[in-house]
């Protein structure tokens, strides 16, 4: 697989003017007193593969190859790094064009992302629906919960300065191998799922650590990139939950340093 990524220095945040108002009646950043907030900027990227527009995504400028291909992985287009020929983005990050070994049929189908934080559309994909496989056991340690607890709760950088994106880590046997943030939780999850694809780590032994609340597309992604174990810091729907039973998903939810919540086990 080859991945050219020609982008540099793309902004991420912005610092924007406000005033504050209290319920008191003083109030903030008038006049020559301005007071400024540092936001998260939407990034739009559009993801064309073997010349169709596949994806057209809103999120954050970091890491996007590694977006694409999770992407790629969990709307079922490709399997493995190696279906991929090659993958390259413009210098301002708005493209990605991606050539695929195999050509896929592509079907046109605009939709938006079910329960995205972000206006992420899915303009085509295969003409049948991902196919969803029963996840092998995994071996994991209720130690291994807390330690990624732990390292998510010392925050991450952007989100210190903003507030406004959700976090994803990748953990082996409870150690955070890579982390990612997005103004989506969908994409920071897909960026956590490219870099394993990337990197070509051990899929059963991985485990994927989201700020997000999980309903049963996330559960999906997880289930479709093979990783056996999803944690979260917030809660899962019941469908997520029967969902994760059924194929086999490890889900712990309400995830801290001194307890978390165990749905489903699969052990």
Same mark, same amino acid.
């Given at each position: 697989?080859?991945?050219?990524?020609?982008?540099?220095?793309?902004?991420?945040?912005?610092?924007?003017?406000?005033?504050?108002?209290?319920?008191?009646?003083?109030?903030?950043?008038?006049?020559?007193?301005?007071?400024?907030?540092?936001?998260?900027?939407?990034?739009?990227?559009?993801?064309?593969?073997?010349?169709?527009?596949?994806?057209?995504?809103?999120?954050?400028?970091?890491?996007?190859?590694?977006?694409?291909?999770?992407?790629?992985?969990?709307?079922?287009?490709?399997?493995?790094?190696?279906?991929?020929?090659?993958?390259?983005?413009?210098?301002?990050?708005?493209?990605?064009?991606?050539?695929?070994?195999?050509?896929?049929?592509?079907?046109?189908?605009?939709?938006?992302?079910?329960?995205?934080?972000?206006?992420?559309?899915?303009?085509?994909?295969?003409?049948?629906?991902?196919?969803?496989?029963?996840?092998?056991?995994?071996?994991?340690?209720?130690?291994?919960?807390?330690?990624?607890? &732990?390292?998510? @709760? #010392?925050?991450?950088? $952007?989100? +210190?300065?903003? %507030?406004?994106?959700?976090?994803?880590? =990748?953990?082996? *046997?409870?150690?955070?191998?890579?982390?990612? &943030?997005?103004? @989506? #939780?969908?994409?920071? $999850?897909? +960026?956590?799922? %490219?870099?394993?694809?990337?990197?070509? =780590?051990?899929? *059963?032994?991985?485990?994927?650590?989201?700020?997000?609340?999980?309903?049963?597309?996330?559960?999906?992604?997880?289930?479709?990139?093979?990783?056996?174990?999803?944690?979260?810091?917030?809660?899962?729907?019941?469908?997520?939950?029967?969902?994760?039973?059924?194929?086999?998903?490890?889900?712990?939810?309400?995830?801290?340093?001194?307890?978390?919540?165990?749905?489903?086990?699969?052990?």
């Amino acid at each position: 697989m080859q991945i050219q990524d020609r982008t540099e220095g793309l902004h991420q945040a912005a610092e924007c003017p406000l005033r504050v108002v209290y319920a008191d009646g003083e109030k903030n950043g008038e006049g020559e007193n301005k007071e400024y907030r540092t936001l998260i900027r939407e990034h739009f990227l559009d993801v064309v593969v073997n010349e169709v527009k596949v994806f057209r995504l809103v999120c954050t400028a970091t890491d996007l190859p590694c977006l694409v291909l999770g992407r790629l992985l969990t709307e079922g287009l490709i399997e493995r790094a190696e279906d991929v020929e090659s993958l390259s983005l413009c210098e301002s990050g708005c493209v990605a064009r991606v050539f695929l070994k195999e050509k896929p049929f592509l079907k046109e189908l605009e939709k938006r992302e079910p329960t995205c934080c972000t206006g992420n559309r899915i303009l085509a994909g295969k003409a049948e629906a991902v196919n969803l496989k029963k996840l092998p056991e995994a071996d994991w340690r209720e130690e291994w919960i807390f330690t990624m607890a &732990e390292a998510f @709760g #010392r925050d991450s950088g $952007l989100h +210190k300065r903003t %507030g406004g994106t959700h976090s994803c880590y =990748l953990g082996i *046997e409870g150690r955070c191998v890579y982390s990612s &943030e997005d103004i @989506g #939780r969908h994409n920071a $999850l897909d +960026k956590c799922i %490219g870099y394993m694809l990337q990197e070509g =780590l051990p899929r *059963e032994k991985c485990m994927l650590f989201t700020t997000g609340r999980v309903p049963t597309d996330m559960v999906e992604k997880a289930i479709a990139a093979g990783v056996p174990v999803l944690i979260s810091k917030a809660v899962p729907t019941e469908n997520a939950v029967l969902l994760a039973g059924e194929y086999g998903l490890n889900l712990i939810c309400r995830a801290w340093p001194d307890r978390f919540e165990i749905y489903r086990d699969n052990r």
